[in-house]
């Protein structure tokens, strides 16, 4: 699964660090989504759709061979 | 998110505090885990006292070849003590929280102890062929913790790599 968080953070302009205060996570949680190492729960992608106020399905996206 | 029910922080280095002196006793005498005296110890006092217990060591048989279970005993526990303070201290530091409790390090906790799971099996599988007899119940006896140490160091490890897979942001 591939997600633009990263994307999403720098158009809101939030760092890594912030978005970890705001989703109740650690720093090292945010850098391995964003690095594809760790898959969140529900819970967290809707929090971080809350935070980026766009729906889930824009940050993570399923990639081929995955449905 | 997190549903596993940890114990505080401090816990690990409490544990820590026990399970190293423990670990330096018995790699310098190993004998103390089956009741062998303490290497710093010259003047050692066995803490003897008379204990319930559900097999004598003398393989169940007294004297008239009888089966003894549920006896009183007179025995050292200066070795059952070690055993229970190690056991104590594998699981304070195993199930101490990290600094940053969540999710991923919950997840992380999981692929750790399947990783242990695998070592501690395959440390086990070679060691059923290198060590024979008697010998072989001093691997027993480091099973009983080994499972809990091996899963800390993986644990730990891998805490450590992301933490350190961590780039400075401008």
Known sequence: MKNSIKVERARNNITQAKL????????????????????????LALRLAKIFDVAVEEIFQLEEGEV | MNTLKL???????????????????????????????????????PIEYNVPGIFDNSFQHNENDELQIFIWKNNDLSNEILLALMLIGTYLIAFAKVKSEDEFSSQLRLQSLTSAVIWNSVVLFILNFLVYDGMFLYV???????????????????????????????
């Open chain 2, 7 to 45: 114990l505080p922080r401090w816990c690990r280095f409490l544990g820590l505090a026990v399970v190293i002196p423990i670990l330096l006793m018995c790699f310098f005498n190993p004998d103390i885990i089956f009741g062998g005296v303490p290497f710093f110890s010259a003047n050692y006092q």
């Open chain 1, 20 to 43: 970890a205060e705001m989703t109740q996570v650690s720093r090292q949680t945010i850098n391995a989504i964003e690095l594809g190492k760790y898959v969140p729960s529900a819970l």
């Open chain 2, 140 to 170: 027993m006896a480091s099973q009983l913790v080994s499972f809990l140490l091996i899963f800390s160091v993986i644990f730990a490890f891998k805490i450590r790599k992301f933490k350190k897979g961590l780039t400075h942001e401008k």
